[in-house]
């Protein structure tokens, strides 16, 4: 019996691909790869060979790194390297320190809290400004929980309560980033308890936002799926409420996690329908805001207009909607950061070097500690340093040294 060809397994795997990511009709992913269609069609049978060039366009359009295509099975992507500080870690796990002898009240947690949220979403080196203070927090907050429960103060209680899952809410988006994901389920589940403890929906809701975001993390369409269905559950016990301000917010934050569930599914008509039609009036209403720290509202809401764009391979689309998007409004350096990557991604699939490695250059200013946990950024540096022009070689070669990829 004779072995296929080495051209039919790279063009079974091209189809392969292309089936995956939402069965993309072959016109499409050709045009934005600058082939016609009968050639790629030809690419897949085995017909004829794609050049490098080619080979490395049709995985920028499929969104792969070029070795996928050469590999006779699909091979893993890089994951977010596991970075989070053996304290918070330990903290949360109870092996820390043994609290004080007092309590301290829920003002001054509040407060504390606060200030780690502020510095989570605004500062620079936002990692290494969590791994100080995080861990004498969680202890705190812990302890503080733990001497309220059985109190004989139910709004010093309820208080207590709020604060831990305010704190909870910041340790999922911690440990996720960090990529630890069995933590960020851990906290993202503390969250939902202390919030139901508390008797108060909107916060409740707010950790349903932030487990539905980790199991947005884990990629398998089952846990995608499911982050949606958790979404939805949460809005329409929202809706059940008084509206108020806050509620439409977070129930406009849970409407675009499913959005982001219907475009990872590469259902993009109706992402686009949902984004238009669910997310957008709620945006109008609740205004910019950053309540429960989901960053809300009409900014956000055209990020992910641009980012389902992106996501569908309309690298053209993505970029006029980003044109229109002012990001000195966001009170997050993190969305700041995502909406800077996903620019980036959409020069990328256009093969414009040139922007790619300027906005990545522009990203390491903004935020180099997210930057440095990347995958989607290592990807990048890496094909620009395949293919890159001799000007642009150099800078190039320092980024990927200070991002540890030389």
């Known amino acids: 019996m004779t072995s296929p060809s080495p051209n039919l397994s790279v063009g079974r795997t091209i189809r392969r691909y292309r089936q995956q990511k939402g069965d993309r009709p072959v016109a499409s992913v050709a045009g934005l790869c600058g082939i016609t269609p009968r050639y790629l069609h030809m690419i897949e049978e085995g017909k004829k060979v794609p050049s490098l060039d080619v080979l490395d366009r049709i995985a920028a359009v499929l969104g792969v790194p070029p070795a996928a295509l050469l590999a006779g099975e699909p091979i893993d992507h890089p994951s977010t390297p596991v970075s989070a500080a053996p304290a918070v870690a330990r903290a949360l796990l109870g092996s820390t320190r043994e609290p004080g002898p007092g309590v301290m009240d829920a003002v001054r947690l509040r407060e504390r809290v606060e200030r780690a949220w502020h510095s989570w979403q605004t500062s620079k080196d936002r990692f290494t400004q969590a791994a100080d203070h995080l861990p004498g927090l969680i202890t705190d907050v812990d302890d503080a929980v733990r001497r309220h429960r059985h109190g ?34 851990l906290v993202a589940d503390r969250a939902m308890q202390v919030a139901e403890e508390a008797d108060d929906p909107v916060r409740r809701a707010a950790a349903s936002w932030n487990l539905v975001h980790v ?5 398998e369409p089952d846990a995608v799926e499911e982050a949606k269905e958790i979404a939805l559950q949460a809005v ?6 008084p509206a108020s301000t806050a509620s439409q ?10 959005v982001v569930s219907d475009a990872r599914r590469c259902n993009w008509p109706q992402a686009r ?13 609740a205004g910019e805001g950053n309540i429960q720290w989901t960053v809300f ?15 569908a391979g309309e690298a053209s689309e993505g970029l006029r909607l980003a044109d229109q998007v002012d990001t000195s409004r966001l009170p997050s350096r993190e969305r700041q950061f995502t909406f800077g990557l996903e620019v980036a991604r959409c020069y990328h699939l256009r093969r414009d070097d040139a922007a790619v490695l300027v906005h990545l250059l522009s990203l390491e200013d903004l935020a180099p500690e997210d930057l440095s946990r990347s995958p989607a950024a290592w990807t990048m540096v890496q094909d620009l340093q395949l293919r890159v022009r001799p000007a642009f070689r150099r800078k190039v070669d320092a980024l990927a040294g200070r991002l540890q990829l030389a």
């Not at 199991?215 to 990629?219: A, D, F, P, Q, V």
């Open 236 to 241: 329409a016990h929202l809706r059940t409420l």
């Open 152 to 185: 004989n103060d139910p709004q010093a209680r309820r208080e207590v309560l709020r604060v831990a899952a305010d704190l909870y809410g910041l340790l999922r988006s911690y440990c996720r980033r960090a990529g630890r994901l069995d933590l960020a389920l």
């Open 273 to 285: 329908r949902r984004l238009e039609q669910r997310a957008l009036p709620l945006a109008r209403t």
């Open 249 to 258: 917010a977070v129930e406009g934050a849970l409407e675009l996690v499913a």
């Open 215 to 219: 199991l947005l993390s884990h990629n």
């Open 297 to 311: 509202g009409p900014t956000n809401v055209a990020l992910h207009a641009m980012s389902i764009e992106m996501l």
